[in-house]
């Protein structure tokens, strides 16, 4: 496989009984040796603690039933070990006939903070960096530019002449961080989420330079999760613990939606500001939606096409 790079052509490590050891050597020699270290520095270190399992690992689209099962059971093992929880972890495959799309409703957002809150327990964040895969974002009515707001409020909301919009993973259509991943870490699925696979991601983080919407964390160390506080409903694709030097990114908490429940962050929402569903289904509240309010996506200029999008009642 061969991607366009400034005008230069390299060619990707491409799947098929492929380790993450010989994909990391092959992006390696295809980007060049400074820009290859420049990327990965920050996981030099990781070097002696990745397990042969891990580093052996063939890419999550390859794996067999068996394989899956096994790297699951590793997955499971290691947690315990490492975070004394007991933890099952699924892998749900996408629903036939489903596209997952997301709304929020402006209006009524107050900046409350809940679904933050709900993302960083329900995914199993970082007890240190407090974080979560939603900014609710401070924004000054008469604008719709992301750039201008502002996350860092601390006073009593809702403020103002304010209003408040929440921002997480647009799950684009046309995904500018899958375009650039060099080892094909990430992908968008058949009922439109976007997903990482954490065994297989270097840490390179081009993917998060290409995100227009800021929406991908870097694990820049090991997350501490106390036993007591971790989610033990886990999902290979979704909120299962990250190791050091990966990038994440919400995932529409595939680990529920695929079982037929709602995000944790729709569930934790006081104000009903959150609306999700299965656009391919007519009868769905979010079809009802989309058909009827006057929508918008965010940074519509640059191409995404995001299944992310925000209203207001009047």
């Excluded at 065994?199 to 160390?221: L, Q, T």
Aim: one cysteine or more.
């Amino acid at each position: 496989m061969t991607e366009q790079s400034k005008g230069k052509t390299i060619s990707l490590p491409v799947l098929g009984s492929v380790s993450r050891r010989t994909a990391m050597k092959g992006v390696g020699a295809t980007l060049g040796a400074g820009a290859f270290a420049a990327a990965i520095s920050p996981l030099r270190h990781l070097a002696d603690t990745l397990t042969v399992e891990e580093l052996m690992q063939q890419h999550y689209q390859e794996l067999s039933a068996d394989g899956k099962k096994k790297v699951i059971e590793r997955l499971e093992a290691e947690t315990k070990e490492q975070y004394g929880a007991d933890v099952t972890i699924s892998d749900p495959r996408p629903i036939p006939g489903t596209k997952f799309v997301y709304a929020i409703n402006l209006s009524v957002c107050n900046g409350n903070g809940k679904c933050v809150e709900a993302c960083h327990n329900e995914n199993n964040h970082d007890r240190d960096t407090n974080q979560s895969y939603i900014r609710v974002l401070e924004m000054q009515k008469g604008t719709m530019d992301m750039e201008q707001g502002n996350t860092t409020y601390d006073h009593e909301v809702p403020a103002a002449d304010k209003f408040y919009m929440p921002v997480q993973c647009q799950q684009c259509d046309e995904p500018p961080c899958t375009d650039v991943c060099p080892v094909q870490a990430t992908w968008k699925e058949d009922d439109g989420i976007v997903v990482v696979d954490y065994n297989w991601c270097i840490g390179c983080r081009y993917c998060e330079a290409a995100c227009p919407y800021h929406a991908r964390r870097f694990n820049w160390k090991t997350p501490n999760v106390p036993a007591a506080e971790v989610n033990p409903d886990q999902g290979y694709l979704s909120n299962r613990i990250r190791p050091q030097g990966v990038v994440e990114k919400c995932h529409y908490c595939l680990h529920r939606t695929r079982k037929g429940r709602l995000p944790a962050c729709l569930e934790a929402c006081p104000t009903g500001a959150r609306v999700f569903g299965n656009i391919l289904d007519p009868d769905s509240e979010i079809r009802w939606l989309l058909e009827n309010k006057r929508v918008y996506v965010l940074k519509e200029e640059v191409g995404t096409k995001p299944s992310f999008f925000y209203f207001f009642d009047s």
